[in-house]
């Protein structure tokens, strides 16, 4: 299969907001659009047209249906963009596994992903390739830290995981003690159920318009604290089949939470450190249910595979700040384009979510 790669298509590359602390690179833009050229290459060589997935977060655990709805009595400051005080969306929910392999067992220790959509979102989107989208984007991880923020340490941890197990048995000289740390923890953990974890953004957003425009980060955290245990006998789907399980006895509710940013040592581009929860506890601002449901329902999970998500996939309320956003930008638009042509899929975002099959027209 031809490897050839073609960035002429890209989105432009961020401006940093200096006001609120982002520091452009040297030399990023061009590091992030090879970093999109070497992950291109190898999902080109990884499958066939028709089969192409995404490179990371492969595997989901569930497509599900959800409603987002926004606290009556949330803080003025955090009444922007989407967060309008008693407002309801419709929500599409993806639950997922790190991994860029789709086949790699539930089982194994991974990063956990939480993505959520929000429909009927009115109003000019951020990213330039779907500007009248009605789509707004959160994209979680199960842990408050990345494993880098630098271009250029990132473009070689992508291009030495493609190679051969000497070249990634060199990455901890890449990442430094830290990363390596940060790697370790993102890359061993289990989970017994991905509806009973606690979800963070990892990395800033602005908040707001104008010179009172906020950086923020945000979690996703289940009202419930129960925690299955974990099977002695763990399958392949065991996840899948856990919030399979969960789902068919009823909803599932998760607090959505902001974290607003308290000062320049609460550094924007450093994704590797969490921001202090006692210096700036996170605030409740709404609630997001995910609706009892067939978490097998194919046109959904159909679905699930068509769609993007992107964190870009936003009002300019909630444009993303830092390195790795800036990297996201160029990298998820650019693979999430070249899937789509190669499963020949039009490209679009969703305007409603298939409903449940005995009330289908």
Same mark, same amino acid.
């Given at each position: 299969?031809? &490897?050839?790669?073609?960035?002429?298509?890209?989105?432009?590359? =961020?401006?940093?907001?200096?006001? #609120?602390?982002?520091?452009?690179?040297?030399?990023?833009?061009?590091?992030?659009?090879?970093?999109?050229?070497?992950?291109?290459?190898?999902?080109?060589? %990884?499958? %066939?047209?028709?089969?192409?997935?995404?490179?990371?977060?492969?595997?989901? &655990?569930?497509?599900?249906?959800?409603?987002?709805?926004?606290?009556?009595?949330?803080?003025?400051?955090?009444?922007?963009?989407?967060?309008?005080?008693?407002?309801?969306?419709?929500?599409?929910?993806? #639950?997922?596994?790190?991994?860029?392999?789709?086949?790699?067992?539930?089982?194994? =220790?991974?990063?956990?992903?939480?993505?959520?959509?929000?429909?009927?979102?009115?109003?000019?989107?951020?990213?330039?390739?779907?500007?009248?989208?009605?789509?707004?984007?959160?994209?979680?991880?199960?842990?408050?830290?990345?494993?880098?923020?630098?271009?250029?340490?990132?473009?070689?941890?992508?291009?030495?995981?493609?190679?051969?197990?000497?070249?990634?048995?060199?990455?901890?000289?890449?990442?430094?003690?830290?990363? &390596?740390?940060?790697?370790?923890?993102? &890359?061993?953990?289990?989970?017994?159920? !991905?509806?009973?974890?606690?979800?963070? +953004?990892?990395?800033?957003?602005?908040?707001?318009?104008?010179?009172?425009?906020?950086?923020?980060?945000?979690?996703?955290?289940?009202? +419930?604290?129960?925690?299955?245990?974990?099977?002695?006998?763990?399958?392949?789907?065991? #996840?899948?089949?856990?919030?399979?399980?969960?789902?068919?006895?009823?909803?599932?509710?998760?607090?959505?939470?902001?974290?607003?940013?308290?000062? !320049?040592?609460?550094?924007?581009?450093?994704?590797? *450190?969490?921001?202090?929860?006692?210096?700036?506890?996170?605030?409740?601002?709404?609630?997001?249910?995910? /609706?009892?449901?067939?978490?097998?329902?194919?046109?959904?999970?159909?679905?699930?595979? *068509? /769609?993007?998500?992107?964190?870009?996939?936003? /009002? !300019?309320?909630?444009?993303?700040?830092? +390195?790795?956003? *800036?990297?996201?930008?160029?990298?998820?638009?650019?693979?999430?384009?070249?899937?789509?042509?190669?499963?020949?899929? %039009?490209?679009?975002?969703?305007?409603?979510?298939?409903? =449940?099959? =005995?009330? *289908?027209?």
């Amino acid at each position: 299969m031809s &490897t050839t790669v073609d960035s002429s298509h890209d989105v432009p590359y =961020p401006v940093v907001d200096e006001q #609120l602390g982002e520091k452009l690179q040297p030399d990023e833009a061009r590091l992030v659009t090879e970093m999109a050229n070497v992950i291109e290459q190898g999902i080109r060589k %990884q499958y %066939q047209p028709g089969e192409f997935k995404r490179d990371v977060h492969a595997r989901s &655990t569930g497509v599900l249906r959800a409603v987002f709805k926004v606290n009556e009595n949330i803080p003025g400051q955090f009444a922007h963009g989407v967060f309008i005080p008693g407002k309801s969306y419709e929500a599409i929910v993806r #639950l997922s596994n790190g991994s860029g392999e789709a086949s790699t067992s539930d089982n194994h =220790p991974d990063t956990r992903g939480f993505a959520f959509k929000l429909l009927g979102v009115l109003g000019e989107k951020i990213l330039e390739s779907d500007k009248h989208a009605q789509t707004q984007d959160f994209v979680m991880i199960n842990h408050p830290m990345f494993v880098t923020n630098m271009a250029d340490k990132y473009l070689a941890l992508v291009t030495k995981n493609q190679g051969s197990v000497l070249q990634k048995a060199t990455i901890p000289f890449i990442l430094g003690l830290k990363g &390596t740390i940060n790697a370790g923890i993102l &890359t061993s953990g289990k989970i017994s159920n !991905p509806l009973q974890v606690q979800y963070f +953004s990892a990395v800033p957003y602005q908040l707001g318009l104008g010179p009172e425009r906020l950086a923020i980060k945000f979690s996703i955290k289940p009202v +419930s604290s129960a925690v299955d245990p974990f099977p002695t006998k763990a399958g392949d789907h065991f #996840l899948h089949e856990a919030v399979k399980a969960s789902l068919n006895k009823g909803p599932v509710e998760y607090r959505f939470l902001l974290q607003p940013r308290k000062g !320049p040592h609460m550094d924007v581009e450093d994704s590797m *450190r969490e921001w202090s929860e006692k210096e700036s506890p996170f605030v409740e601002v709404a609630t997001l249910t995910i /609706l009892q449901q067939d978490v097998d329902d194919e046109e959904l999970n159909k679905l699930g595979e *068509r /769609l993007s998500f992107n964190p870009w996939h936003a /009002l !300019p309320e909630h444009r993303p700040l830092g +390195s790795i956003n *800036r990297m996201r930008k160029i990298v998820y638009e650019r693979i999430s384009r070249v899937r789509d042509t190669m499963n020949g899929v %039009q490209r679009e975002e969703p305007t409603s979510i298939p409903q =449940p099959g =005995p009330s *289908r027209a």
